[in-house]
């Protein structure tokens, strides 16, 4: 257009150069436009005449399908999920009572893969009730590897899982043998994500030298991660030529990771999936559980029991049994003051009270006391939260009390009671000693509706009763709704 005669812009314009042409190609445009218009009303009204249906029908778009077909999806539950877990034949006989904690036979759907079958499984342990177990297909031994050629085989899992092409899969979950899921609260976390879009959620690891080892972006295997349909379909389909790309990379989940960076979906980092990268008593997180649902646990080998003088299993048997009175409520903390007697409470619903003999803020009281380590190095951190080291002054330290029984109270209570455990050192204050009295606390609430998750996580607060009146050395506490204009702060 720029090479007409005229240097004026305007002129230089097909119209100003060359009218006459463009009457024509105007004239013939017109003819062509009017024959094209004519052609297609006529095939239009034989279309309709001859089409059997409505032809509007044709120009509706194709609602996305998942395995259930239902373009109006109902409430994500638990039968929406299937577990991928990824275990071996040597340690399925040890490892399979910690999915036993979690399972429910006839509601939980999927399978632990196993590299083959497993000798010698005691069938007569009638308590273990699991997930079936499956050998893996057995083409992963093809794959490359550097470190450890059974991250190939369980970085496959989870096309072993979408290969078993099982109807009304909404989510793919993958995790270890000895990861530990709180399903309700799971299913309230995907519940969020609409499953029909590529997710991949999960968390990362606590222990900072693991992040920038593997890194800070992929879900760790361990504390269980989810992969939405689509996601998940799109992942099998690249994952096997994409496994060859990532051959020294130590860990299964840090393939899935890479091929899932292929295809350009981040992690949606979700607090309550716990990778548990940490050496020692995981009691300083637990008791600061972030304001979000407890998802898993990982690791429990690893860590000392989280209640003293119980065996590991027997101690998740314990805050289970909690988190089934009031699943979204296990481990939330509230805070709650004695002014008179400045004490400081802290509780960790369904796990562990604490009473301080002093006032300490909120800020305080929510940030991790540091009861252990990093994972790789032993070190006292860097952690990928803030922590707070045990006040080394025993005149400081709190009051511990940890769950001993748990009460429906009707139909939408509970109450939970909590004693008091042995202190090891001892602090002659009369302040101390006075909090010493306290042998045991009840806990009453009402348990949060299912859907307490699905809006703006507020942590709840909580109020001494009886006017802090200590009877039979047992003090009576309630956890609600914080009031509108309630602030807790000292
Ligand atoms: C989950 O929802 C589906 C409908 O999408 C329903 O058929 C199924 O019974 C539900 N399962 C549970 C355990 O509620
Ligand atoms: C699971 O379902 C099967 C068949 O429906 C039944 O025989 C079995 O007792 C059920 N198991 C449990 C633990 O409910
Ligand atoms: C199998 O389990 C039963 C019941 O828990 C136990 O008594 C028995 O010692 C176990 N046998 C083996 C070989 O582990
Ligand atoms: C605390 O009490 C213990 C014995 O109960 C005693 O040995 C110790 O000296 C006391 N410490 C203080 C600071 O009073
Ligand atoms: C004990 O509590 C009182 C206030 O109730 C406080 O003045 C005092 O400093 C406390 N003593 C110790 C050792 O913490």
Not at 286 to 307: E, G, N, Q, R, T
Not at 320 to 329: E, V
Request: net charge positive; aromatic share 14%.
């Amino acid at each position: 257009m720029s090479h007409g005669p005229s240097h004026d812009p305007l002129k230089s314009s097909m119209f100003f150069v060359y009218p006459e042409k463009v009457r024509d190609i105007f004239v013939l445009a017109t003819r062509i436009a009017v024959l094209v218009c004519l052609v297609s009303s006529i095939s239009f009204v034989l279309f309709i005449a001859f089409y059997p249906r409505s032809p509007y029908i044709r120009f509706k778009s194709v609602p996305y399908r998942d395995a259930g077909g239902d373009p109006h999806p109902t409430t994500t539950n638990i039968s929406h999920v299937l577990f991928g877990i990824g275990g071996s034949a040597k340690t399925w006989n040890t490892r399979r009572v910690y999915s036993s904690l979690w399972w429910e036979p006839n509601t939980t759907r999927g399978v632990v893969w196993l590299d083959e079958n497993p000798r010698n499984i005691n069938d007569s342990n009638n308590e273990i009730y699991g997930p079936e177990y499956r050998v893996s297909s057995p083409d992963w031994t093809r794959f490359k590897f550097s470190s450890s050629r059974s991250a190939v085989r369980i970085a496959r899992i989870i096309r072993d899982s979408f290969n078993q092409k099982l109807p009304n899969v909404r989510w793919f979950v993958m995790g270890d043998d000895d990861t530990v899921y709180f399903t309700e609260n799971l299913v309230s976390v995907l519940a969020k994500y609409d499953h029909r879009e590529m997710w991949y959620i999960g968390g990362n690891s606590e222990s900072v030298e693991q992040d920038v080892m593997h890194a800070y972006g992929m879900a760790f295997g361990g504390g269980g991660f989810a992969v939405s349909y689509p996601l998940a379909e799109k992942l099998v389909s690249i994952l096997d030529g994409c496994l060859d790309r990532y051959y020294y990379f130590y860990g299964s989940d840090q393939r899935i990771w890479a091929c899932i960076t292929e295809i350009g979906v981040p992690l949606v980092q979700h607090p309550g999936f716990h990778q548990f990268d940490i050496r020692g008593d995981p009691y300083g997180i637990l008791a600061a559980h972030p304001i979000a649902p407890l998802v898993s646990f990982h690791h429990l080998d690893y860590v000392a029991p989280i209640f003293p003088d119980k065996t590991q299993t027997d101690s998740v048997k314990v805050l289970m049994g909690a988190y089934r009175a009031d699943p979204p409520r296990i481990l939330q903390q509230s805070f709650c003051y004695d002014i008179n007697r400045k004490w400081s409470f802290l509780i960790a619903w369904g796990y562990t009270i604490q009473i301080y003999p002093l006032l300490l803020t909120p800020f305080h009281l929510q940030t991790p006391l540091q009861t252990f380590k990093t994972w790789r190095s032993w070190s006292n951190g860097p952690f990928t939260f803030n922590t707070r080291p045990p006040p080394p002054d025993p005149c400081q330290q709190p009051a511990l009390y940890f769950l001993d029984r748990v009460d429906k109270v009707g139909v939408a209570g509970t109450q939970t009671s909590y004693k008091m455990a042995q202190a090891d050192k001892k602090c002659n204050s009369t302040n101390h000693t006075n909090v010493m009295a306290v042998k045991r606390i009840t806990v009453s609430s009402l348990k949060m509706p299912p859907d307490y998750w699905q809006k703006a996580p507020q942590r709840q607060c909580c109020e001494i009763l009886d006017h802090g009146r200590i009877k039979d050395s047992s003090l009576r506490i309630r956890v609600r709704k914080c009031r509108q204009w309630e602030n807790v702060g000292v």
